[in-house]
């Protein structure tokens, strides 16, 4: 039985706007700076990977996505199974955008806090940019 893995956190958001708007969006790593400008203020394609630069320093990403099932992951290059976990679902005449993302065991509950804030704030962010994109 697994007793020390990952902590995973789960924030969801409605979104006026159909899953083909916000798939499309949330799926052009370009758009990060944009919307997760905490995450990539900076981002540049580098083959299949996208590299990001912050003042944390460089981190190289794969941006893995599939229209058919609405998601998108955003995994460090160097380890495919640690990165940040989405999907764009139908709700009613709109969408449903989740994201998560998994902690480390025993990160301090208040980094948790902290980077949650962080993403309830950029999806709010996807959420105000696709509905003014083409709200339904």
């Not at 301090?108 to 339904?136: H, M, N, S």
Request: hydrophobic letters at 40%; aromatic letters at 10%; one cysteine or more.
């Amino acid at each position: 039985m697994l007793t020390n893995f990952p902590r995973a956190e789960t924030r969801t958001i409605s979104i006026a706007a159909s899953p083909e708007v916000v798939f499309e969006y949330v799926a052009d790593a370009r758009n990060l700076p944009e919307w997760a400008p905490g995450f990539a203020p900076k981002i540049e394609q580098s083959g299949d990977e996208w590299v990001i630069d912050s003042e944390a320093g460089q981190l190289r990403v794969v941006v893995r996505t599939s229209s058919e099932y609405g998601t998108v992951d955003f995994l460090r290059a160097h380890d495919l199974r640690v990165g940040g976990f989405s999907r764009v679902l139908p709700n009613g005449e709109g969408s449903e955008y989740q994201f998560t993302i998994l902690f480390p065991p025993g990160t301090p509950e208040e980094a948790v806090e902290d980077q949650l804030k962080f993403i309830d704030e950029e999806l709010e962010t996807v959420r105000r940019i696709c509905e003014g994109d083409q709200a339904v």
